[in-house]
């Protein structure tokens, strides 16, 4: 059986161990990086640099609400405003393992310059067990290369440690709220390390950004109030998608063109296999009804996803 504090104490060891210089971090927000950043900060203290990165693809308001939670934990955080350079490195591209390898690349080069100006010899990340066996290796077969292990560049000037690289996303909450935690981080549903350009299925320019950026806003928001309410349970991840097409809808009397959203929902423990959420239609309804609303010159259609993981993956790239 799995014994968070006696992960910690092995942990702790073995960084101090290992990490005898200034060590960088790349932080999101997320359980598992910030899991990463406190149990590494609990090592090596002030040794420690938390690079929080704006690739422009993070969710309504996500950086400065992140860096805030991060500061409140007692780290030491920078934020890095890196939106243009990733924009266009992903102009023109569509295809999603090359989105992942350029998102993977990009993290790395913004954490290397980073590195270098804090004279850190050591790059801290918060991967975990489902990044690298669905990322391919030896017999396993690739499900999509996650940016933080099939994304990662061949030359990388420092070395990469990874304190949760055997765990499942359950036991890092585990160890999360051992750690002391607040339990809205230590629960808080998964975001992808590439952000919404994997919500975004083609091009993400910064257009579609603006929209599934929105339309999982208001996703979040809806199916949380619905859980205040108890009018239903919490899945443990919901989201917006955003297709490559666009609907003919109507808009009172006159025509409209608009995209396609979809409404993703699932349960599951560790990210491995998953079921969709059977949301309430009432639910489903206040949704659609608020993203066409809000989104009106731009959504004409929403629909939500039934597939389970597998045949389907959790996110769509």
Same mark, same amino acid.
């Given at each position: 059986?799995?014994?968070?504090?006696?992960?910690?104490?092995?942990?702790?060891?073995?960084?101090?161990?290992?990490?005898?210089?200034?060590?960088?971090?790349?932080?999101?927000?997320?359980?598992?990086?910030?899991?990463?950043?406190?149990?590494?900060?609990?090592?090596?203290?002030?040794?420690?640099?938390?690079?929080?990165?704006?690739?422009?693809?993070?969710?309504?308001?996500?950086?400065?609400?992140?860096?805030?939670?991060?500061?409140?934990?007692?780290?030491?955080?920078?934020?890095?405003?890196?939106?243009?350079?990733?924009?266009?490195?992903?102009?023109?591209?569509?295809?999603?393992?090359?989105?992942?390898?350029?998102?993977?690349?990009?993290?790395?080069?913004?954490?290397?310059?980073?590195?270098?100006?804090?004279?850190?010899?050591?790059?801290?990340?918060?991967?975990?067990?489902?990044?690298?066996?669905?990322?391919?290796?030896?017999?396993?077969?690739?499900?999509?290369?996650?940016?933080?292990?099939?994304?990662?560049?061949?030359?990388?000037?420092? $070395?990469?440690? *990874?304190?949760?690289?055997?765990?499942?996303?359950?036991? %890092?909450? =585990?160890?999360? #709220? +051992?750690? !002391?935690?607040?339990?809205?981080?230590?629960?808080?549903?998964?975001?992808?390390?590439?952000?919404?350009?994997?919500?975004?299925?083609?091009?993400?320019?910064?257009?579609?950004?603006?929209?599934?950026?929105?339309?999982?806003?208001?996703?979040?928001?809806?199916?949380?109030?619905?859980? $205040?309410?108890? *009018?239903?349970?919490?899945?443990?991840?919901?989201?917006? %998608?955003? =297709?490559?097409? #666009? +609907?003919? !809808?109507?808009?009172?009397?006159?025509?409209?063109?608009?995209?396609?959203?979809?409404?993703?929902?699932?349960?599951?423990?560790?990210?491995?296999?998953?079921?969709?959420?059977?949301?309430?239609?009432?639910?489903?309804?206040?949704?659609?009804?608020?993203?066409?609303?809000?989104?009106?010159?731009?959504?004409?259609?929403?629909?939500?996803?039934?597939?389970?993981?597998?045949?389907?993956?959790?996110?769509?790239?």
């Amino acid at each position: 059986m799995f014994n968070s504090q006696n992960f910690i104490d092995n942990a702790v060891k073995e960084i101090r161990e290992q990490v005898d210089g200034i060590a960088v971090v790349g932080v999101s927000g997320g359980v598992d990086s910030t899991t990463a950043a406190v149990l590494v900060n609990k090592a090596i203290g002030d040794r420690l640099r938390c690079v929080l990165v704006d690739t422009g693809y993070m969710r309504k308001n996500e950086i400065e609400n992140n860096a805030q939670m991060l500061r409140k934990l007692g780290l030491n955080v920078i934020v890095v405003d890196a939106k243009a350079r990733f924009w266009e490195k992903l102009k023109g591209v569509v295809e999603p393992e090359k989105k992942r390898k350029i998102i993977g690349e990009q993290f790395i080069r913004v954490f290397e310059e980073i590195a270098r100006k804090e004279n850190a010899k050591y790059f801290i990340q918060g991967t975990i067990a489902p990044d690298w066996i669905e990322s391919g290796g030896g017999l396993r077969d690739r499900i999509k290369s996650h940016h933080n292990v099939a994304g990662l560049p061949e030359k990388i000037e420092f $070395k990469i440690i *990874e304190p949760l690289r055997d765990l499942y996303k359950d036991e %890092v909450r =585990l160890v999360g #709220k +051992a750690l !002391g935690l607040p339990e809205e981080v230590y629960e808080r549903q998964p975001f992808p390390g590439p952000g919404l350009a994997v919500r975004i299925l083609g091009e993400a320019d910064p257009e579609k950004v603006r929209i599934v950026r929105e339309a999982c806003a208001i996703v979040e928001e809806e199916i949380d109030n619905a859980v $205040k309410k108890g *009018e239903m349970s919490k899945p443990w991840q919901y989201f917006a %998608v955003l =297709l490559p097409c #666009k +609907a003919v !809808g109507v808009h009172g009397d006159v025509r409209a063109y608009g995209h396609v959203v979809v409404v993703r929902a699932v349960e599951s423990m560790d990210g491995m296999s998953a079921a969709y959420s059977k949301v309430p239609h009432s639910v489903l309804e206040r949704i659609s009804v608020r993203i066409t609303n809000t989104l009106k010159d731009d959504v004409s259609r929403v629909v939500f996803d039934i597939t389970n993981k597998p045949p389907g993956t959790i996110e769509y790239e």
